[in-house]
């Protein structure tokens, strides 16, 4: 290879070879090897040689990147830059760049050189001094810069105006209150200006020319125009986007690059479109991006699709339906970061689309090569995609990674499962049941977590973790299973045999223990079991109070001990009532049923770094356990961003209307303010009125009332939670949580607003909650531990009805304020919703079985 064409990459990249050779040389031999260069650089005889000239340079350069002091070089090397040879001005531009900022006066020399490359014949020598002029950053060469970077401007090669239009972003962030921060002032007139057509002030010359030049015929050219202008009217909101700038854009998208593409999306999403042609038009230009082979033009696509289409959740819903094959594409990219970040904005899309993904699970397989990162994520997305037809196989797969030998991969997986086992516990608990026999101390601790877990929501479990519970404190070293296990002796301490005994090993090693959270949790537990086993547990419980209270330092241990201590000392009763206190109804955990949520809930972070700075996002899967959730029902979507305001009036004919009531009086619904779950739960079980039918016997309360009552529709469990979902949200009925379909008891727990009175004045305005509750032939089973009184009421009022517990859902309501005719029609709106869900179901199945007569 000629010395003429050698490539700059190579001449400036560092030698690998000789890094660690150099890295050991010495102070003394380092002030040499300056001193030698020195003395060459400035010999006659090798100045008058270009090629051992340039070859000197580049030892120069060289020495430099390999972390040598070459900064007294520096007027030799500004005497270099005057030469003709592209490759060796490159090569001390490189220099002079890294040291700029260390001789600021001697900067100035080189300046005289850099404007008169600037008119250079050749545009590779015009844009390389244009670059390197801005590239020194300092102050004190801004009003020498100035001029240069104006001509770029109008250059007639594009490599000198891209160049100098990023020259002038670089000036700005170098110097805001120069010239050029001067013409920011303006900024608010120009965008008036651009957008009216009127001639622009004088003072905004540069950033007018930077608008002129988003024409420019060269792409790169415009796009670096749109990266400047983000840069200098940062402060006034970015660059202006109105209708012509807009539809330019977008006809020229396809001529930028991939990342050029990505910008220019990201800047659309401030236009917005001033009629709905105008926007189909745009979305129709920009559909063929939406399944670029490119993640990151799909990304930024996708995420102005989400940003035009707010309003539109049947568009949106649809868009994301499209990016399926891209995303599926990007999960099996061969760059890691890429793999993750998809699978990160896949977390996103199966908060409203819960079945997006659920065909092509087995693409979320994970692979042996694969880092933790990655296959913790793609466990996470597995976990949201189990049904009943992939679910055995979804079980084995992740029952596989429980093995891994990275001890993270291993308990991530054991997690999965325990989350899977929320909606199928005894397949789950067989598995996690399985791991403890393998005493490995990581895998025993994290199924006893997940078991503490999966207990906490499915008291059901109860049986089979406390029967698996025997010789796990031989294996567990750590703290955080060491306290699920105290955890759980405590709470069901009466139904493990050997409770007492393996606490006694614990308490006796007290002294010994390092771990505060394990001491605070050993009190508890302690405390626990001696009220359901007294006998047993008294003297231990003793011994763990005198030393927590007597030869404990840590204070949070003591206070805790002394606060049992004298919790005991008030009675047995008390302490009862404060250790056990309400517990939450287990199916108020079951999110299984919790709704899609609309898009717009999360499309403000899309292609942002906030899905990736979560280390999980925390998600439940819309509907796992029925047969029938892989349908879906858009309409739910559409219904849910819905306010008061758009909801339709519903009038009520009610039997007897209070004498108050005027025809314009009405009952209407709506889903605003949001009731979280963990607030339904919170006002659920603080309710402390008496359940009453609806009846003229209603017992009144001062600011709640509670109401029961028996609808009619024997085929409501036949019903998918997909269509219950959908008929309650087209109504402004918000579903919180429901138990999978077939499953008896079978509850629905859901909240709405109601507005009654005139629509011409202030209406009032309560909330209802409310639990659908069918126990089928269960119904003493279910009860529980009900009173015979309460019995008999019950059997009653269902012979009133003129049903059974088998053919009827109990209704309970709860409403605060109290509102008797908006609690009323709300029950008259659910009765009939509930029983033309019943009749559809029925009138179905009737069909089907005229159908299989005829066959």
Request: charged fraction near 20%; include cysteine.
């Amino acid at each position: 290879m000629s010395p003429e064409v050698v490539n700059v990459s190579e001449t400036t990249d560092v030698n690998n070879s000789r890094t660690h050779g150099s890295s050991t040389m010495s102070y003394l031999e380092s002030e040499d090897t300056v001193k030698e260069l020195k003395r060459s650089l400035s010999n006659p005889n090798i100045q008058s040689d270009p090629l051992r000239y340039r070859n000197t340079v580049h030892k120069v350069v060289r020495m430099m990147s390999q972390g040598l002091d070459v900064s007294g070089l520096f007027s030799e090397m500004v005497k270099a830059c005057a030469t003709v040879d592209v490759v060796q001005k490159k090569l001390v531009y490189v220099f002079l760049c890294s040291y700029a900022t260390l001789n600021p006066e001697l900067s100035l020399l080189v300046i005289n050189t850099l404007r008169k490359d600037c008119q250079d014949a050749n545009p590779m020598i015009r844009s390389l001094a244009l670059r390197n002029m801005t590239n020194l950053r300092l102050p004190s060469l801004v009003e020498y810069v100035q001029q240069p970077l104006t001509a770029g401007l109008k250059d007639r090669a594009a490599c000198v105006r891209r160049v100098a239009v990023l020259g002038w972003a670089k000036l700005y962030k170098l110097q805001p209150d120069s010239e050029i921060g001067e013409f920011v002032c303006s900024c608010s007139r120009l965008c008036a200006y651009k957008i009216s057509g009127e001639e622009l002030h004088p003072d905004a010359s540069v950033v007018n020319e930077l608008y002129s030049l988003l024409r420019d015929s060269d792409p790169v050219v415009m796009v670096n125009c749109l990266r400047a202008l983000e840069e200098i009217l940062k402060d006034e909101g970015g660059v202006v986007i109105n209708k012509p700038i807009a539809h330019h854009l977008l006809n020229r998208l396809k001529e930028c690059d991939v990342w050029g593409q990505s910008d220019v999306l990201r800047i659309l999403q401030r236009y917005r479109p001033h009629t709905e042609d105008e926007l189909f038009d745009i979305l129709s230009l920009l559909d063929t991006s939406l399944v670029s082979p490119h993640p990151q033009v799909m990304a930024a696509t996708l995420s102005l699709f989400l940003s035009l289409t707010s309003g539109l959740p049947a568009v949106s819903l649809a868009a994301l339906e499209r990016v399926r094959g891209p995303l599926l594409a990007a999960c099996g990219s061969g760059s890691r970061e890429m793999r993750f970040t998809a699978l990160c904005h896949i977390q996103l899309l199966l908060r409203s689309l819960p079945d997006l993904l659920g065909a092509h699970y087995k693409r979320f397989f994970c692979g042996y090569a694969e880092p933790a990162y990655i296959k913790q994520r793609k466990m996470q997305v597995l976990v949201e995609l189990v049904n009943d037809e992939n679910v055995d196989l979804l079980l084995d797969e992740l029952k596989s990674y429980c093995t891994d030998v990275n001890t993270e991969t291993a308990q991530a997986a054991i997690s999965a499962i325990g989350r899977i086992g929320r909606s199928y516990s005894d397949k789950c608990l067989a598995i996690l049941t399985g791991l403890l026999g393998l005493k490995q101390e990581h895998i025993t601790s994290a199924v006893v977590q997940t078991m503490r877990d999966l207990v906490w929501v499915c008291p059901q479990c109860s049986h089979t973790v406390c029967s698996a519970l025997d010789g796990c404190e031989e294996t567990l070293q750590d703290s955080q299973g060491r306290q699920a296990l105290l955890w759980l002796l405590g709470v069901y301490g009466d139904r493990v045999s050997g409770a007492p005994y393996t606490l006694e090993v614990f308490i006796d090693a007290v002294r010994s223990e390092t771990s505060l959270g394990v001491k605070m949790e050993l009190l508890t537990a302690a405390m626990r079991l001696f009220l359901s086993r007294p006998a047993e547990t008294q003297d231990m419980l003793g011994r763990l109070l005198h030393y927590c209270i007597e030869e404990e330092t840590d204070m949070c241990v003591r206070d805790q001990a002394l606060l049992y201590y004298r919790l005991l000392q008030s009675g047995i009763e008390k302490t009862r009532k404060v250790l056990e206190g309400h517990r939450s109804d287990p199916s108020l955990g079951v999110l299984i049923g919790r709704p899609a949520e609309p898009v717009s809930q999360w499309a403000h972070c899309f292609n942002m770094l906030e899905p990736l700075q979560h280390s999980a996002i925390k998600t439940e899967p819309a509907s796992r356990a029925s047969p029938l959730h892989s349908t879906y029902d858009p309409s739910a979507d559409l219904q849910a961003n819905l306010t008061a305001a758009k909801v339709e009036e519903v009038n009520l004919d009610l039997a007897a209307p209070p004498a108050s009531s005027s025809e314009a009086d009405v009952v209407s619904l709506s889903l605003t303010p949001t009731v979280s779950p963990e607030e339904f739960e919170r006002l659920w079980l603080q309710r402390q009125g008496v359940t009453v039918g609806a009846g003229p016997e209603q017992q009144k309360e001062k600011e709640v009332v509670c109401v029961t009552d028996y609808v009619y529709c024997p085929a409501i469990l036949q019903c998918s939670p997909q269509s219950l979902q959908a008929a309650m949200q087209l109504l402004n009925i918000q579903p919180l949580a429901f138990t999978p379909a077939h499953t008896l008891p079978w509850r629905v727990y859901l909240y709405t607003h109601t507005h009654y009175g005139d629509p011409t004045s202030s209406p009032a305005v309560t909330l209802v909650l409310a639990e659908l509750l069918y126990t089928g032939e269960a119904n003493s089973e279910a009860a529980g531990a009900v009173d015979e009184e309460t019995r008999d009421v019950e059997e009653e009022r269902l012979e009133k009805k003129g049903c059974t517990s088998t053919d009827c859902v109990k209704v309970t309501l709860e409403q605060r304020p109290r509102d008797d005719r908006a609690l009323q029609g709300f029950l008259s709106i659910l009765t009939k919703l509930l029983q033309a869900l019943t009749a559809e179901k029925s009138s179905a199945q009737g069909a089907g079985r005229e159908g299989n007569k005829e066959m």
